[in-house]
């Protein structure tokens, strides 16, 4: 589980600069998605990060079953005590929120007609409150996962050092931290701040 909650913060991070190229522009953002695309290795690793995410699934719920089989009488009262945090007594509630979520994002973004291309589809689709409401409440939920995840798999790994876990766990946290972008990049288009930025551009070249 810890492995695979790795890999899968990793993966984020990736998909987090990704879609930072949406604000290089159209041409940045198409061009990258096309090279994906072109990419022979890419479905692999579409499987490849399908086969993470359902392991983390599997075992996560193995985790649970386990401790609830193995927990003492009054361990849902004791939940709060021994340094628990809003990050790692709702891992359960964040992660169904983000399997919904992603659910979500795979209807909208992954499995429908790209012929309008990448960019057109994703800052088109951010133009929506409600849509950017379910971005927000995915990358809050992300955000949280994440919050008590990264440590908490680092420490199952064995990799405590006295020195170095305050720097892993402020390492964690910067991880959980950077989510929230997703819900920033939502913002960006909902507020209508790319047209604004193009119409000052447009503006500047008149002047000049
Ligand atoms: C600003 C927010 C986001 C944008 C604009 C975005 C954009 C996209 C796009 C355009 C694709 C489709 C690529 C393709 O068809 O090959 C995609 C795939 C994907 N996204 Fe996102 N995404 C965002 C946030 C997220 C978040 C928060 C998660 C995880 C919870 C996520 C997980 C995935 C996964 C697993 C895939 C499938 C990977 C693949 O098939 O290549 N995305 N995303």
Same mark, same amino acid.
């Given at each position: 589980?810890?492995?695979?909650?790795?890999?899968?913060?990793?993966?984020?991070?990736?998909?987090?600069?990704?879609?930072?190229?949406?604000?290089?522009?159209?041409?940045?953002?198409?061009?990258?998605?096309?090279?994906?695309?072109?990419?022979?290795?890419?479905?692999?690793?579409?499987?490849?990060?399908?086969?993470?995410?359902?392991?983390?699934?599997?075992?996560?719920?193995?985790?649970?079953?386990?401790?609830?089989?193995?927990?003492?009488?009054?361990?849902?009262?004791?939940?709060?005590?021994?340094?628990?945090?809003?990050?790692?007594?709702?891992?359960?509630?964040?992660?169904? !929120?983000?399997? !919904?979520?992603?659910?979500?994002?795979?209807?909208?973004?992954?499995?429908?007609?790209?012929?309008?291309?990448?960019?057109?589809?994703?800052?088109?689709?951010?133009?929506?409150?409600?849509?950017?409401?379910?971005?927000?409440?995915?990358?809050?939920?992300?955000?949280?996962?994440?919050?008590?995840?990264?440590?908490?798999?680092?420490?199952?790994?064995?990799?405590?050092?006295?020195?170095?876990?305050?720097?892993?766990?402020?390492?964690?946290?910067?991880?959980?931290?950077?989510?929230?972008?997703?819900?920033?990049?939502?913002?960006?288009?909902?507020?209508?701040?790319?047209?604004?930025?193009?119409?000052?551009?447009?503006?500047?070249?008149?002047?000049?």
């Amino acid at each position: 589980m810890a492995a695979s909650g790795l890999l899968l913060g990793g993966f984020m991070l990736v998909h987090l600069a990704e879609n930072l190229l949406l604000f290089k522009g159209e041409a940045a953002y198409n061009g990258w998605v096309d090279l994906l695309l072109s990419n022979p290795a890419t479905p692999l690793l579409e499987i490849g990060l399908l086969f993470v995410f359902v392991a983390h699934i599997i075992t996560g719920v193995w985790v649970r079953v386990e401790d609830f089989l193995n927990a003492p009488r009054g361990y849902e009262a004791r939940k709060w005590q021994g340094g628990r945090t809003v990050g790692s007594a709702t891992m359960l509630y964040t992660a169904a !929120a983000i399997l !919904a979520y992603l659910v979500y994002h795979m209807l909208t973004f992954r499995f429908v007609d790209h012929s309008m291309g990448f960019y057109q589809m994703v800052t088109s689709a951010f133009r929506s409150p409600v849509f950017t409401a379910i971005y927000i409440a995915g990358s809050a939920a992300l955000a949280l996962h994440l919050s008590h995840g990264m440590q908490s798999a680092f420490q199952t790994l064995g990799l405590n050092h006295p020195k170095y876990t305050p720097l892993i766990k402020a390492g964690g946290l910067l991880v959980a931290l950077a989510m929230t972008g997703f819900a920033l990049i939502s913002l960006y288009y909902l507020a209508g701040l790319d047209l604004k930025a193009a119409e000052a551009g447009a503006q500047m070249v008149v002047i000049n």
